[in-house]
């Protein structure tokens, strides 16, 4: 598509980092260029682009260059994240945050940032329960534009894309497993209705038996809890085993609800 078939949305789009960073008062870099197209932003809220980035939206929206809005954050050189791996626990936040799939991963397991594919949105870091995220410079001396190429630019633009396709995707399939699930439970329930007498009693009192040992199990926990909670010097273990326990305790909730 040529620039005169594009849109003017779609012209300023082309010109704006794609750290999809969120600074800009915008979920991602698309609906901050929407909009400015319908006068709804002006052109001076993007750090990540920095001055250059304000001239340049400056020129094709035939407007003056202005000052970036400190509000939105100031230029700065490009950071990356780097995750301090012996603090990391796997709990996947950081993964979840970042928009253009830059981390990799997998739950209860040490994650790692590849620094070619981030675009230092800073993201990652307040999600982490841990602190273990830390932005470094990777551009001394260098910041907007001078720090980030347009090949960049391009390439965290596909990635979003696709992170956001994926994201849909994901849901998607979520949506349609928690149908057939429901779907299954209320075959249960109906297929219910047609045992006898003795066969009710007898599905009754196991699952009486079953409720009454995740009862048992849910009050041993509780009160291994407050032991950790209250034994002095194991901080550290105490929030571990804390963290354990939650974990068990919804699990015993989501089978106290399954038929």
Sequence with gaps: MSSNAKSLADQIEDLLPQTQCTKCGYPA???Y?????NGAASYNQCPPGGVEGVARLATLLGKPVIPLNPVNGMERPRPVAVIDESLCIGCTLCIQ??????????AKQMHT??????TGCDLCVAPCPVDCIAMVDATPGKTGWEAWSQEQADAARERHAFHVSRLRR????????????AAAKLKAVEAESTLTPEER???ERKRAIIQAAME????????TATQAATAPGIDDVSRSVKKQIA???TRLEEAKDKP
């Design 29 to 31: 870099c698309r609906p």
């Design 33 to 37: 260029a929407e909009a400015i197209a």
């Design 97 to 106: 945050a970042c928009p253009v799939d830059a981390i990799v991963g997998a």
């Design 113 to 118: 940032v590849m620094p070619e594919l981030c």
């Design 170 to 181: 994901d849901k998607e399939e979520n949506d349609a497993r928690l149908a057939a699930k």
């Design 201 to 203: 009693t007898a599905q």
């Design 216 to 223: 048992r199990a849910r009050l041993k926990k509780e009160q």
């Design 247 to 249: 974990d068990i305790n």
